[in-house]
T-cell receptor, first 111, second 115 residues
Framework: KQEVTQIPAALSVPEGENLVLNCSFT??????LQWFRQDPGKGLTSLLL?????REQTSGRLNASLDKSSGRSTLYIAASQPGDSATYLC??????????FGKGTRLSVIA | DADVTQTPRNRITKTGKRIMLECSQT?????MYWYRQDPGLGLRLIYY???????NKGEISDGYSVSRQAQAKFSLSLESAIPNQTALYFC??????????????FGPGTRLTVL
């Protein structure tokens, strides 16, 4: 059974810092991995999707990497801003089954 | 207009009442999902449907039922609401076709309070 873990559960950084959020999964046989952002009380917004054949995906200040063989993905946020404060979730697609979600990392960027 | 809409956005009800939450999508996706989110427990899958004639239980389906009325509509019912069903409920959609196989898109959520 696929399991997804996100560490740390919460992170607080000063504005301007570059940071990395981690996501690990137990079964490396995946189709893709998706990163989401969730603001308090709001829905999830898709940030990036990395296919199993890809190593990286970039969108603006966000860069997601995937190392399928080691069961790890990272989300790199450059030059963090207070507006980046949110919970970030990763989810793994292992095939013709629903996504498996991590519990998220709650990020606070302090001005 | 939003691609995935949920109604109502907020609902307060009493124990024992029957409640229906509705989800509609204009993305043309074949797959739809219902999740609930509780603080500290993350997202948990209630039911999912891979096409109009397909309904599957998720990890926490007890006390819930669903109906896929059309490709674009997926409703979640609480037959007899109880206080521990107080949560934030999300509908999501995805498409089975490649290349972005199963990329999920979420609705804005319904905040349900059962007194």
């Amino acid at each position: 059974k696929q399991e997804v873990t996100q560490i740390p559960a919460a992170l607080s950084v000063p504005e301007g810092e570059n940071l990395v959020l981690n996501c690990s999964f137990t079964d490396s046989a995946i189709y893709n991995l998706q990163w989401f952002r969730q603001d308090p009380g709001k829905g999830l917004t898709s940030l990036l999707l990395i296919q199993s054949s890809q190593r990286e995906q970039t969108s603006g200040r966000l860069n997601a990497s995937l190392d399928k063989s080691s069961g790890r993905s990272t989300l790199y946020i450059a030059a963090s801003q207070p507006g980046d404060s949110a919970t970030y979730l990763c989810a793994v697609n292992s095939g013709n089954t629903p996504l498996v979600f991590g519990k998220g990392t709650r990020l606070s960027v302090i001005a | 207009d939003a691609d995935v809409t949920q109604t109502p956005r907020n609902r307060i009800t009493k124990t024992g009442k029957r409640i229906m939450l509705e989800c509609s999508q204009t993305k043309g996706h074949d797959r739809m999902y219902w999740y609930r989110q509780d603080p500290g427990l993350g997202l948990r899958l209630i039911y999912y449907s891979f096409d109009v004639k397909d309904i599957n239980k998720g990890e926490i389906s007890d006390g819930y039922s669903v109906s896929r009325q059309a490709q674009a509509k997926f409703s979640l019912s609480l037959e007899s609401a109880i206080p521990n069903q107080t949560a934030l409920y999300f509908c999501a959609t995805s498409e089975s076709g490649r290349p972005l196989y199963n990329e999920q898109f979420f609705g804005p959520g319904t905040r349900l309070t059962v007194l």
